[in-house]
């Protein structure tokens, strides 16, 4: 019989085994050849467009690009306008968070195809944040004093639009100033990987939810209502109150003008965009703009009708602004969650158009990308920004190739601050409204998303449904924690139903499958167990219970050997280690050999590096379950047969015959 492979302690050099300090100590050491080079390939990895523009292939790439572009600039204006209102905002503030935010992705983003700018989600969940923290903003003495020439008190003064308007900002840009920050840290500690532990009916679920809370808010606006938003936990059902109470005074004229632009908006966008599918589809949202702006000026509705309008666009680019010190620690929770909202909504983005498209991107560069764009446009009155899923399509479908559709689209939105914004001052905010409710479509059609998960995973709609509830009941950052909570205890929960299998072998072969398939024979006295999941503080009082059910139960009698295959054990811990040595020695105490196998390289290395398999009598871990049954066939069961006290000789004695 040939040699069989197995690996001994005592002979294997255990690599990495150096402590923590060590290993910081020679990374951080400066490297001796830090030359031009190495600040090349810093700057190249920060800035990828170092990389790509000099690559740019003109003739093939810039026709698409620049249609695209100009396609996406012009769905930029409505959706800016409208998704600026929607975080509370003057309108033209969404306009700001469409340009600022992706100048610094063109520089620094690895995808091709996603549009950075206003995302309802996002909005929805900034203008939140941003609702219950402006009031902590002190009012500035340049605008007390440009107050204070009527007599008026501090509290008057509060109530004034000026005042809350310019709270509200201060608020944003502190929000996201934090949110950048965070994206930046998040990058420099490397979490790329962060989204991989998210589960998508996490980010399906708080989507869905906040698509009810931006639904909600918008509702003032429909019917003409003025009423302060309500702030903190179940603020969807206050708000709902105040509605019902109010609905009354609605407006007729903000009640027919959103009808009509959601119903018209609808069907073009479902019976001639979707149904023809032309290369540039017909922007419709923009053309309701200017539409409704001219009627309303012409036709004298703000002043007849008492339409709310937009008011007052200044013209040209934002003045500088730095965040409020002492909103700081206010914020900064809000903002850690909607920095990971906004990297699991755009990294999922990302990744879904460069495998359609063959190309890599770099989560941690992602990171770094978002996080940036985010802290510099903090300092120009942007609130934070993030991937639209309805303008990426778009910019995919309409022949975008690189990142340069997204400078056509800034110089676009350049424009129009520059020139064209004080001509929007009549635009009702009730087409804004209809335009923000027009575009839920796509996210409120995820509740198909239960059908498919109640085939695949019950769990999974578990923790659909507990993360929309939380969301829409409670909030959207408690829905968003709920979510990972429950998904973390679903983990567990399945983490303790791991299974263990009983192997037999194929007959005249080296094959070993469950018992359950009826072509195989357990051999003679001997339990082959193979442990299903990752070996460690949360398994293995499961795999002990498991080992002790199978082996030391009531009906498993004369057994002399067990062998324990790892190959499914993708990790251990030091608890799992502790747990093996006590089935090793409960084993011992019942004169039963214990042999382990098939251990992943990781997962051996623990072992080895522990010493304690070593001294409770394992002294090899064999390279495959065949090995093991000859090993112990080999030197084991010769000393039992041998020894006339072992109650197990003659068992010993059968099952060396039977091999």
Known sequence: MEPFLHLQFDRIEVRGNRSLWSRLRTKLQPSEGFDKHCCARFFSRLFPIL??????????????????????????????????????????????????????????????????????????????????????????????????????????????????????????????????????LLGVFRCGRLNDYLSDAVV???????????????????????????????????????????????????IITSAICIFVTVLVKEQVNNRFKWKVPVPIELIMIVLATLVTYLGKLRENYHLEVVGHIPSGLPSPMLPDGHLMLSIAWEALVIALVCFAFNVSLARTFSAKHNYQINPNQELFAYGFANLFSSFFQCFVSTASLARSLVQEGTGGKTQIATLISCIIILLVLLFIGPLLEWLPNAVLAAIVLANLKTMLLKFKEMKLLWKIS??????????????VVVDLPIGFIAGIVICVLVTLSTLQRAEMTVLGRMPNTNIYLSVEDSRVHEIVNTKILRFETLLCYATCERFKSAVRGVVLGGGAANICHVVLDF???????????????????????????????????????????????KDCGIETIEAAIEDSVNFYHTHAAPALVDDESSPYGTFAADAKDAI
Not at 205 to 234: C, D, N, R, W
Not at 458 to 471: A, K, Q, S
């Open 51 to 184: 990389l790509w523009l000099p690559q740019y292939r003109v003739k093939e790439d810039l026709l698409g690009d620049v249609i695209c572009g100009i396609t996406v600039g012009i769905m930029n204006i409505p959706q800016g306008l409208a998704y600026g209102m929607l975080a509370s905002l003057p309108p033209v503030h969404g306009l700001y968070v469409s340009f600022f935010p992706s100048l610094i992705y063109f520089m620094m983003g690895t995808s091709r195809h996603i549009s950075i700018g206003v995302f309802a989600v996002m909005s929805i969940m900034a203008g939140n944040t941003i609702n219950s923290v402006y009031h902590q903003v002190a009012i500035p003495p340049w605008l007390s004093e440009s107050l204070a020439s009527n007599n008026t008190t501090v509290a008057q003064m509060a109530s004034m639009d000026p005042v809350r308007h310019y709270q509200k900002i201060v608020a944003a840009v502190t929000l996201t100033f934090w949110t950048g920050l965070f994206q930046i």
């Open 204 to 254: 399906s679920g708080i989507t869905t939810g906040a698509a009810i809370h931006v639904m909600t808010s918008q509702l003032k606006h429909v019917f003409g209502l003025s009423y302060v938003e309500p702030v903190g936990a179940f603020r969807l059902v206050k708000t709902y109150v105040i509605i019902f109470e109010d609905i009354g005074s609605s407006s007729g004229a903000s």
């Open 458 to 471: 019950r769990m999974e709609i578990l923790i659909w449904v507990v993360t929309f509830l939380v969301t």
């Open 567 to 613: 190959s499914r054990v993708s990790a251990v811990d030091s608890m799992g280690v502790r747990a093996v040595v006590e089935i090793v020695n409960e084993m011992k105490k019942s004169n039963i050999v214990t042999s382990i196998c098939q251990c992943r390289g990781d997962v051996f290395l623990v072992f080895t590096a522990s010493g304690l398999l």
